[in-house]
């Protein structure tokens, strides 16, 4: 940052750009680890981001500079909150990117349950779900119609 | 002394977290003592709402540091309304979780995991709703997300690690863009306090302010699954746990709700992007639901409904009328309800008949009348046949929509008639397949009784449900109440600076 509080500097505006560009190219990945360094790029893109919305100057540290001079303290204090979450974020990723390819062989991200299916159906040329509770009372042995009352009687009396 | 109260729907639930992570071996006390910690939840939820209610918000500043350099946490109507329902519900669905564990035999190993996790998600949600700076938000968001991403991996699954990945990095993108806007909303106003950020985003040219609150809606809508980017939803939540996607149904989506409605009230009124919202309400709602005509399984059914009345809340929203806001105020603490009821109500099917998939499933009616009592219910609620709250909750959004005359919303009232008929037909549907027809294979074979305390969290639920039909009436008093203080946002910023904005 410049040191006399005129603002970020262009450095650190391109810099943001290429982080988060970079990082939002990598997130179209389709492995999990590429996905990774995606987020972590995005991340320290934003996180730069974030440092330059306040005020640049010296260290905030009071006694040490008048205030005019010092920088502005509160988000570098967010900056450091962000930063712990995106790396216990990114280890978790991480964690899931291993799993992933312990149980499969690979870290790609497959395709969703739908598109499989759709693509499975179109396939085999089928339609897909079809509305399955149209079915008569004639297939249910519990609902077979017991006829009028009478007519059951009688052929009770016939039995007998 | 109230104000002491605010903190504790966060604080308690991390040291339940702490203590249960402790506690890993003694399976007991660690449920009892999340029992305890959800219930205190409740209760101190319930006294800020009355208190709320009463004599205006509760704020209270953490350790002591003044407004606008300090964080505040600030308990109006709102926030104590969706504080009192959301651990309503986590405290059922943690009930009806310790039933199931006692059920199976197999996951022992995740189930000390399960507590803590669920204890921090708890507080995540509340901190959310309580926070009074867009940061403290953010925070929020992170810690329900983190632990949120531990529930839906859980025992680390083939299935659950494909679909977690996609949650996982659909939820960072999102805390991404967030984390953007609160970058470069401090750095256009110098402030990320929310009642101090009401006034300085008035100050801002008009497309800054636009840009900004465009960037925010963005990362609310992706986390509150609104159309255009709702389809991870559907496809990650059905493959957890039963209660883990309950609750995710039930409270994850509202928090992104709860900070739309924040976003569109106390930061950015004057309804710059309400055509947009329309519009995006509308094709949630008439997607959504087409989604869940075409499922095949309960839970991925109910995911696409859960997507598709998201819409009717945004549609609320976009009114900015009191009638609009307050509708969607009520519709949330009804969805809420109502879906994590039905998911839990499939956990309980999978338990009876193996399976949730409708090919696979009939008769339960006949096999297990209680749980077709259970199910059906919340279904004709969800779908809003009349004397339930889904009927209430729509009839003011449909309403407030009216009310607000023009070609906008008055296709929106046709919109969300169509989806209130689909969604009939859509649990209909279940309910002649999975309860109606003759017994399948699936359910013919004899099992084990369900475990009483999962029937009996459902039912709970239920219950609950059907009391919000009951209390309709004060509950639209205090929608509307709440309605009005975020229309006027003077009470919330006189709440966090009774001394004048600096």
Not at chain 1, 30 to 58: E, F, Q, W
Not at chain 2, 144 to 162: D, K, P, Q
Not at chain 2, 388 to 416: I, M, T
């Amino acid at each position: 940052m410049t040191a006399d509080g005129a603002g970020p500097t262009l450095v650190l505006v391109i810099a943001v750009g290429v982080l988060v560009a970079t990082g939002v190219t990598l997130l179209l990945e389709r492995s999990l680890s590429r996905i990774l360094l995606g987020v972590i790029l995005l991340g320290n893109g934003v996180n730069l981001l974030i440092l330059l919305g306040g005020r640049s100057g010296v260290a905030p540290v009071v006694g040490t500079a008048p205030t005019g001079e010092m920088s502005d303290a509160l988000p570098q204090a967010m900056v450091l909150t962000a930063v712990v979450i995106t790396f216990g974020l990114t280890a978790f990723l991480l964690a899931v990117a291993y799993r992933s390819w312990y149980l499969s062989g690979d870290d790609e991200v497959q395709d969703d349950l739908e598109d499989r299916q759709v693509v499975r159906l179109a396939e085999r040329n089928e339609v897909s779900t079809a509305d399955l509770g149209g079915e008569g009372p004639d297939n249910d042995p519990e609902q077979v119609d017991p006829g009028p009352a009478l007519r059951r009687l009688r052929r009770r009396g016939d039995q007998r | 002394m109230t104000a002491a109260l605010v903190p504790l729907p966060v604080v308690v639930p991390l040291l339940g977290a702490a203590l249960t992570l402790i506690l890993a071996n003694r399976p007991r006390l660690q449920r009892s003592v999340s029992v305890v910690g959800l219930a205190t939840t409740l209760a101190v939820a319930v006294t800020l709402l009355v208190e709320a209610y009463r004599h205006g918000p509760v704020v209270v500043q953490v350790g002591g540091w003044p407004a606008p350099v300090g964080i505040v946490l600030v308990a109006d109507q709102l926030a104590a309304l969706m504080l009192v329902v959301s651990s309503a519900v986590t405290l059922c669905v943690l009930l009806y979780s310790i039933g199931q564990g006692r059920g199976e035999t197999s996951e022992s190993a995740p189930v000390s995991i399960y507590h803590p996790t669920y204890l921090v998600l708890t507080a995540g949600v509340t901190n959310a709703f309580l926070a009074g700076d867009l940061f403290n938000l953010f925070v929020g968001f992170e810690i329900l997300l983190a632990a949120s991403f531990v529930l839906i991996t859980l025992g680390g699954t083939e299935t659950r690690i494909r679909t977690g990945s996609t949650y996982v990095v659909v939820s960072v993108l999102s805390s991404m863009i967030f984390l953007a806007a609160v970058g470069l909303v401090y750095a256009a106003t110098g402030t990320v306090n929310m009642a101090q950020l009401a006034g300085r985003l008035d100050g801002l040219p008009d497309g800054v302010r636009l840009a900004l609150q465009l960037m925010l809606l963005l990362a609310f809508g992706i986390k509150a699954a609104v159309f255009p980017v709702s389809a991870w939803l559907p496809d990650s939540y059905p493959t957890a746990p039963a209660p883990v996607t309950a609750v995710f149904a039930g409270l994850l989506t509202k928090v992104g709700v709860y900070a739309i409605i924040r976003t569109e009230t106390l930061l950015f009124p004057g309804g710059h992007a309400d055509r947009l919202l329309m519009v995006v309400a509308g094709l949630t709602m008439v997607v959504g639901i087409l989604g869940a005509v075409a499922q095949s399984d309960m839970k991925r059914l109910f995911s696409f409904t859960l997507v598709s009345h998201i819409g009717y809340m945004i549609f609320g929203v976009a009114l900015s009328s009191v009638a609009g806001l307050s509708g969607a105020i009520f519709y949330v603490v009804h969805h809420i309800t109502i879906q994590t009821t039905l998911f839990l109500v499939a956990g309980l099917v999978e338990e009876r008949a193996g399976s949730t998939d409708l090919r696979r499933l009939g008769g339960l009616a006949r096999v297990a009348p209680l749980l077709a009592v259970l199910f059906f219910v919340p279904a004709m609620n969800l779908a809003g046949i009349p004397p339930f709250s889904g009927f209430l909750g729509k009839l003011g959004l449909l309403q407030a929509g009216v009310a607000a005359r023009g070609v906008l919303p008055g296709v929106l009232v046709g919109a969300g008639t169509v989806t209130s008929l689909l969604t009939l037909y859509a649990a209909s549907r279940v309910w002649n397949i999975a309860f109606w027809r003759s017994p399948r294979l699936a359910t013919a074979d004899p099992t084990v009784p369900l475990p009483a305390l999962m029937v009996g969290a459902t039912a709970a639920l239920v219950v609950l449900g059907v009391g919000l039909t009951l209390a309709a009436g004060p509950l639209f008093e205090v929608t509307a109440d709440a309605a009005t203080d975020l229309r006027a946002r003077t009470p919330y910023v006189r709440a966090v600076f009774p001394a004048g904005v600096p």
